[in-house]
């Protein structure tokens, strides 16, 4: 469907390679596909307990490295300066696996700011997580935003940080006949990080595999959501969503460095919820 699709290498393909084999499978690994096997870190989307963690940061941080998440993705900042996140982070043996960023603060003058704040706490995914309506009001909107996301990405490329978009259900909407989020992947470079978000791919009527498949190497990072009709507070691993295959193209083809946990159903104490979510992606061999 889309230039990276066609052209996209295979394992099959290596296979045949005979004395290119070495040399096609170090091209293997830099558009994502790995062994079935390889272990994925697990974090979670600070989103979900922002309650708690407006509260008490340090404490909050302290619960969630007790349950066994090996980082967190923040989505705000608490007041903090980047030197005391980065405290509050290795005093808890924790990592910082991304951010959610207004683009604002990924254009002009403010870049180098953000770059020198992400550098510091440690981050290297600069992911949007919405976007202006002026970014995504009809087809041509999102074919510009694609283009300035590729430009975002290739100044960020000389300190070893990545941007990306993280969607919700809209992107999943046919506008022109396509797609916003097939524009958008279609027409950026490979470092533009997909990250999908499992749940709200699913409210927009999109599936995870197909997905996940036809932009082999770009999700970088994944937002690992249930969705359920029939238990709308289900967890990972109680829900309907077909993790088995959709932890193995993250393992395989997926490029994933981080599976990211969030959480947003009312009416389910937050700690709990990231636990059983937590638990039940251990329980599917995460």
Same mark, same amino acid.
């Given at each position: ?11 099959? +393909?290596? @296979?045949?390679?005979?004395? =290119?084999?070495? $040399? &096609? ?8 596909? %790995? ?19 407006? +509260?008490? @940061?340090?404490?909050?941080? =302290?619960?969630? $490295? &007790? ?8 989505? %705000? ?210």
């Amino acid at each position: 469907m889309n230039d990276h699709e066609r052209t996209a290498p295979t394992r099959r +393909r290596f @296979l045949h390679l005979g004395a =290119a084999g070495a $040399a &096609a499978l170090a091209g293997c690994a830099r558009i994502g596909l %790995g062994p079935a096997k390889r272990r994925i870190p697990i974090a979670v989307q600070l989103y979900s307990v922002r309650g708690e963690c407006a +509260r008490d @940061l340090p404490g909050s941080l =302290a619960k969630i $490295a &007790a349950m066994g998440y090996e980082g967190v993705e923040f989505a %705000g900042y608490y007041g903090r300066s980047a030197e005391d996140l980065r405290k509050l982070l290795d005093a808890h043996g924790l990592r910082c696996a991304g951010a959610h960023v207004g683009l604002q603060t990924l254009l002009g003058d403010e870049l180098a700011k953000s770059i020198d704040f992400h550098r510091t706490h440690g981050n290297r995914f600069l992911i949007g997580p919405g976007l202006p309506p002026q970014h995504r009001k009809d087809a041509g909107a999102w074919l510009k935003t694609a283009k300035l996301f590729n430009g975002i990405a290739a100044k960020l490329e000389p300190h070893g940080m990545r941007t990306g978009y993280h969607n919700h259900s809209v992107e999943f909407k046919p506008m022109g006949g396509q797609a916003p989020w097939d524009i958008f992947f279609g027409n950026t470079v490979p470092s533009v990080v997909m990250q999908l978000d499992t749940g709200n791919a699913m409210h927009g009527g999109a599936e995870s595999v197909p997905i996940l498949r036809r932009y082999p190497g770009r999700a970088a990072t994944i937002h690992c959501k249930p969705f359920s009709k029939a238990d709308p507070k289900a967890a990972i691993g109680e829900d309907e969503l077909p993790w088995p295959e959709i932890l193995r193209l993250c393992r395989t083809i997926g490029g994933t460095e981080w599976l990211i946990v969030e959480y947003e159903v009312g009416g389910v104490p937050p700690f709990d919820a990231i636990e059983r979510c937590l638990d039940g992606l251990k329980r599917l061999g995460a």
